[in-house]
């Protein structure tokens, strides 16, 4: 009896120091880890970043930014995310992950929830800074540092990967991921390649005209990729704006793309259009030329190869069945 009361005992023992061995080596190695941390600094739209150490604790401002960092591997760094009310839910593939980040706020992420969440990074759209958002000289004397997203071309997207591959030390990650938003869209463009652009008209929302998307919204590129033309593209002072509707009518779109979140329904906007005395005059509508898509689809983030293929089907389901 006592021989194999002595034998368990030392089984526990030797587990014991098996797992005192294994969280050591942990330490160790989560040690060694930060002490190699190259110092990296960004110039993030004209403002210099500079990281000494590799953020641990991230919140993600807007559905774009969250499902940029489950694309990059990144999820188990975020803490918690914003503007899900501007979201519609993550792709299939990042569903079940996006799915376990905390949601900080709904909304707009607010000064107090920020601040009391312990972060020691962020990545967020920029219209959550600024005079009617987050002040980041506050947020830095509080040991965040803020990474804003604002990109209006592929190309600033892109270094906005980059610069997440260098800040997070998966640089071969970020680069991969590039390369093949690069090849999707390259192939869209190769079926475009002798098809007439169409004419769009990004609906937002409606109301006393049109709230739509200006030349320099990043939206603007992506219809473009697709084979289309935004139709307010000559309004080049503003990313978003309203438009009267005798504006749209002197347009003639040939196409309608409906953004699609929180509320009203697209259904509901679909609705508006036709019911609208102005709007229900164009052939477009009279057709139901209709695209929808999500809005965290047109902002820049992960999507950018998603979109345009979504945007090229409806624009020209001929090359697409």
Known sequence: MFPVILLLMLVILLAGCSSSSQKTSALKENAKTEKEYKEVTIDNYGEKLVISQKPQKVLTL???????FIAL???DYVIGNSLN????????????QYEK??????????????LTSGADFIYGIDWEFGEAGLDKKELASSGIITYQNSALTLEQIYKEINDLGKIFQIEDKAKAFIADQQSRIAKVKEKLENKKTVNVLVYDSGGEGVF???GTNFESLLIEQAGGKNIFS???DKQWTTVSFEKVLEKKPDYIVIHDYDAPSAEKKIE????????????CVKQEKFVVITLESVLPGDRMAYTVEELAKGFHPDLFR
């Open 62 to 68: 807007g559905p774009n930014a969250t499902e940029l």
């Open 73 to 75: 591997g990144l999820s």
């Open 85 to 96: 009310n501007h979201s519609r839910g993550a792709l299939p593939a990042y569903k079940e």
């Open 101 to 114: 980040i905390p949601e900080l706020t709904h909304g707009s992420a607010t000064r107090e929830a920020v």
């Open 212 to 214: 739509t998307a200006g």
């Open 234 to 236: 000559d309004i080049k």
């Open 272 to 283: 508006e259009i036709k019911n609208n005395p102005a709007l229900s005059q164009l052939d």
